[in-house]
């Protein structure tokens, strides 16, 4: 797989990662270890470089197994987690006070089996720290070793402006796709602008595009998506139009929806590098195959038209959630 430079940082991913949180947390029960372990290796087989997971996931359960799973190729892989919920529980709110950074540091070393975290983000920004106690934390932990990169997520454009003057930011992660398209606004200007490399997470819409998940779907009681307004049965049925012009699309180039999406994110900017995250293999490759689908200028343009003549209902976070968005 092609790699590629998350902006100025000098950090080198594959194009497309794996986001490892739905194998321990977020959309039902956790994925059987061996299996899990199965699927992060065949990544890696497949060409993935780039391993996204953070404390909250599980709680710490999916360091642990990132750490087992990477282990024979550490030295050959980048692995990305984060800080910033108290206690790594997100029910419990943030937390990024300078101690807290630090003993998340540590613990997470521990857990992943490694002596250096690649790519350390704040999972959320804390509104009672303030953003240079933050940044100047992990350049610390730069400067001591433990850490080689600064990351944040869901950042604003003024929250990024302040740690970047600290210590610069390496990569933003936030949600983008072709159902959520906010980051054009104003985000992806001032990542250009700063050098910062973008990883889109939920580019598949958190499972929507592939058009798997109809208003029928039944999820599983501890599925994240039964709290989200946008996976409401009404939601869901109003935004089949985005899923069948998908297909369509699809269908006019060979291949399907969730290539497609991926395809169209990667053709945004040669900085940006989407984790899709999955528990079954052949979604795993499907997504992979996505890296091989090239899209033309026109492709782009034609695809982000014809999307945008779709309204998408439904808010993508929980009236609770929503609150903490930084703005």
Known sequence: MQKRQLGKSGLEVSAIGLGCMGLSYGYGPA?????AIELIRRAYELGVTFFDSAEAYGPFTNEELLGEAL?????????????GFAGG?????????????????????RRLN?????????????????????????????NEGKVRHFGLSEASVASIRRAHAVQPVA?????????????????????????????????LGKGFLTGAIDENTQFDSTDFRNVVPRFNEEARKANRGLVEVLGDIAS?????????????????KPWIAPIPGTTKLHRLEENIGA?????????????????????????????????????
């Open 31 to 35: 994925t059987d270890k061996a299996t």
């Open 71 to 83: 282990a024979p190729f550490r030295d050959k892989v980048v692995i990305a987690t984060k800080f």
């Open 89 to 109: 529980m997100v029910a419990d709110g943030v937390d990024s006070r300078p101690a807290n950074i630090r003993a998340v540091a540590e613990a997470s070393l």
């Open 114 to 142: 490694t002596d250096v975290i690649d790519l350390f983000y704040q999972h959320r920004v804390d509104p009672q720290v303030p953003m240079e106690d933050v940044a100047g934390t992990v350049r610390d932990l730069i």
């Open 171 to 203: 990569a933003l992660q936030s949600e983008y796709s072709l159902w959520w398209r906010e980051p054009e606004q104003a985000i992806l200007p001032l990542l250009e602008e700063l050098g910062i490399g973008f990883v889109p997470f939920s580019p």
């Open 252 to 268: 006019s180039k060979g291949v399907s929806r969730a290539q497609i999406a991926i395809a169209w994110l990667l053709a945004q």
């Open 291 to 327: 890296a091989n689908v090239l899209l033309t200028a026109q492709d782009v343009s034609d695809i982000a038209q014809t999307v945008t003549s779709i309204q998408v209902e439904g808010e993508r976070y929980p009236a609770h959630l929503q609150q903490r968005i930084d703005r």
